[in-house]
């Protein structure tokens, strides 16, 4: 199928079509910038949601729930599980995302897996290419949940209009997410798994936390702990309306169009270094420079003037 047949179908809803453009996103495909050249003038509509959090807190159980929500409110929802730890596709982690089963069927549910960092730019500019895919799909809604941990973890909650930080109690949650610098990052928190003892004490250790960083100047937003069941849904509906209202405090503050130029910015910049860095051949080790590397080595050229060479002649 040519691209754009792809991209005519992908906005029809076919999900096969949508599927293999998020291939062509995570395999690198020669064929990607036609792709995305094509999606452009159809994107810019759907909200992004990012999930993030420590294994086994109840992500994908949460996703599920969100989805459950979303769909009874009547929205189009796109779901993207990136494991931002594995360079490799279709990681044996990612194939196994059993609890969303409950959706593999509803046609207005895109659920999709994404285990490569991508080849140009690696995983900040894989992510918002297979998140344009679904915005132009039609999606109102995309869920994108990470797999695995990793610093790349905070890169994909940024990629996000609103990011969401999930804990548990019990798993000493609060001190790792200071660790990670997830609580910077975070507009919505849930604590999950309250039936669970602790989850109290979890929310009023987070509670804290968060007084300890927070902004006082008038109007700025205050992340909203919600405690939830996710595995009974318990607490869903809240934390929709919590996303919600970031959303709408997003818009009336301008910062949904500041925060998503930002993510614009650092798209286009990844995809510039990586073109770069291409050009200087340190991919491959030939060329240019290999020669300033040896010209610096024999004291030929200071590094700098080397590094204006190579940009010069990039
Ligand atoms: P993820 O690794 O963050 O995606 O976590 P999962 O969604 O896979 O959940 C990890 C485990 O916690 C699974 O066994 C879930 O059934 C369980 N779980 C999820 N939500 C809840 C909850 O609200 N309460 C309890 N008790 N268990 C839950």
Redesign the pocket.
């Known amino acids: 199928m040519d691209v754009p047949t792809l991209v005519e179908r992908a906005r029809r809803g076919d999900p096969r079509a949508v599927a293999r453009l998020i291939s062509l996103v995570e395999d690198g495909s020669p064929l990607l910038r036609e792709a995305m050249a094509a999606l452009a003038p159809y994107c810019g509509n759907a909200y992004i949601v990012g999930l993030t959090?420590a294994?086994?807190?109840?992500?994908?159980?949460s996703t599920n729930a969100l989805v459950t929500e979303y769909r009874a409110r009547g929205k189009r929802i796109g779901v993207l599980a990136v494991d931002p730890s594995s360079p490799f596709s279709g990681g044996a982690l990612l194939g196994d995302r059993v609890?969303m089963q409950d959706h593999a069927t509803d046609p207005e549910v895109y659920i999709r897996s994404m285990a490569s960092r991508g080849h140009l730019g690696g995983l900040s500019a894989a992510t918002p290419q297979a998140l344009r895919v679904l915005d132009a799909a039609g999606c109102d809604i995309v869920l994108v949940e990470t797999v695995g941990v990793g610093q790349s973890e905070v890169e994909v909650a940024e990629a996000a209009d609103t990011a969401v930080v999930l804990l548990a109690p019990g798993m000493g949650d609060g001190i790792q997410a200071a660790k990670a610098g997830i609580l910077e990052i975070g507009d919505v928190f849930v604590v999950?798994?309250a039936?669970?003892d602790g989850a109290d004490a979890t929310a009023r250790e987070l509670n804290h936390m968060l007084a300890l960083g927070e902004r006082r100047e008038p109007g700025a937003w205050r992340p909203p702990i919600i405690k939830?069941?996710?595995?009974r849904g318990e607490g869903i509906g809240e934390v929709v309306e919590a996303l919600e209202k970031h959303r709408a405090w997003l818009g009336e503050t301008g910062k949904l169009a500041g925060r998503r130029k930002a993510r614009a910015a650092a798209e286009i910049e990844a995809i510039a270094v990586a073109v770069l860095r291409r050009r200087f051949g340190d991919l491959h080790g030939d060329s240019r420079l290999s020669a300033l590397a040896d010209a610096v080595v024999a004291g030929e050229i200071d590094p700098f003037a080397a590094a204006d060479q190579l940009v010069e002649h990039a």
């Open positions: 959090g294994p086994g807190v109840g992500k994908s159980t609890r999950n798994k039936d669970r939830t069941v996710a595995a």
